[in-house]
């Protein structure tokens, strides 16, 4: 990761920046007392030096090395769930199904202002809605015809009986009022009713 590689870059330059502080700056006679060969030590002997420079490296191949030959043992013969679904999460299809089945924890994560990112959940949620719907339709369209004036003459029944609950009957299929209910309508909300044979 980048916080990983920020940390090896700081410390293993930190390690070669101070060296060549010490190098440069140190002083063997007043703080070494002429026991330790510091100053121009690393810039100008042991740096130019290629033994130096192929033992340092032997020295980092060795631990990843060595680090790399355990990892790959303790994951070969001792794997923990974290090792098992990194492998499962390499296959997309798999990594698919653990996203839909987490998807209650993932939804803060994903971006649900685009409009292209839908799961396959949601995708067949759409399209039973829409094969109810169509399976609606073919059944009201295959009903029969008999059917249809029952519940036609049956709704014209009731509208009958609740105009004649409110004073205002219907003649047959017609939805015409007469004048005088209009009259009596009118009168009614501004003047109180009319009694009956003043119209």
Do not use: C
Request: hydrophobic content about 40%.
């Amino acid at each position: 990761t980048i916080v990983s590689a920020i940390v090896l870059f700081v410390s293993i330059g930190g390690w070669f920046l101070w060296n060549m502080i010490l190098s440069s700056r140190y002083n063997d006679a007043k703080s070494g007392k002429s026991i330790y060969d510091v100053r121009g030590n690393f810039l100008t002997r042991i740096g130019r030096s290629l033994n130096f420079w192929a033992v340092l490296f032997l020295i980092v191949a060795a631990v990843l090395l060595f680090e790399t030959t355990v990892t790959l043992f303790r994951q070969y013969f001792f794997p923990t769930d974290v090792d098992v679904f990194q492998r499962l999460e390499k296959d997309p299809a798999i990594k698919r199904r653990f996203e839909e089945a987490a998807a209650s924890e993932l939804q803060q994560g994903w971006d649900r202002n685009s409009s292209n990112i839908r799961s396959s959940l949601d995708i067949a949620r759409e399209e039973e809605e829409q094969l109810a719907r169509e399976r609606e339709v073919h059944q009201y369209l295959n009903r029969p015809r008999d059917e249809d004036q029952q519940h036609a003459s049956h709704n014209l029944e009731h509208r009958d009986e609740l105009d004649e609950e409110a004073a205002i009957p219907r003649s047959g299929s017609l939805s015409t009022r007469r004048k005088s209910h209009d009259i009596h309508d009118l009168f009614s909300k501004g003047f109180g009713t009319i009694k009956r044979g003043h119209l």
